[in-house]
């Protein structure tokens, strides 16, 4: 699991601020740290609404990706679906449209990258004690590596 994290964080980009382990065992990448790999991947997102109600919101995410196309060049092809949802028992905050996006965000660039046994932060509830999963020796080894 620790050799994967440090592929994740070599390959992205991500500082020690975008990635932890939780204490229940499993790795959490950050908002920002969703976002770097999906710019670094050039990963694509739409959405769309699928519920929308006070107490229950759901959002489906579908993620593209750069293929070459032998007639049109470079073009954006479907690669994954999934969900976000917020409700209002698995949610605290009052803004569920906002975090069922966010969690659909974070599924389908971990789905996409394939990536197991990691979760995005908004899908968790978790103490603000965090420990990085990579420590100032492994990144040093990580920067050397580059």
């Known amino acids: 699991m620790k050799d994967l994290m440090n592929k994740i964080y070599k390959d992205n980009d991500l500082d020690k601020s975008d990635v932890y382990k939780d204490r229940r065992g499993f790795s959490i990448i950050t908002r920002s740290g969703i976002e770097k790999i999906q710019a670094k991947n050039e990963i694509s997102v739409s959405y769309e609404v699928i519920k929308a109600e006070l107490d ?62 990691v979760l995005g932060e908004d899908e968790i509830s978790y103490q603000k004690e965090k420990s990085s999963l990579v420590n100032d020796n492994d990144l040093d080894a990580i920067k050397n590596l580059k």
């Open 56 to 117: 229950n919101c759901i959002v489906k995410a579908t993620s593209f990706v750069k293929e070459d196309d032998e007639l049109n060049g470079e073009v954006y092809v479907p690669k994954m679906e999934t969900f976000g949802s917020a409700t209002k028992d698995n949610c605290r905050q009052p803004f569920r449209m906002e975090i069922a996006e966010k969690r659909a965000l974070a599924r389908v660039i971990i789905k996409t990258m394939n990536y197991t046994n």
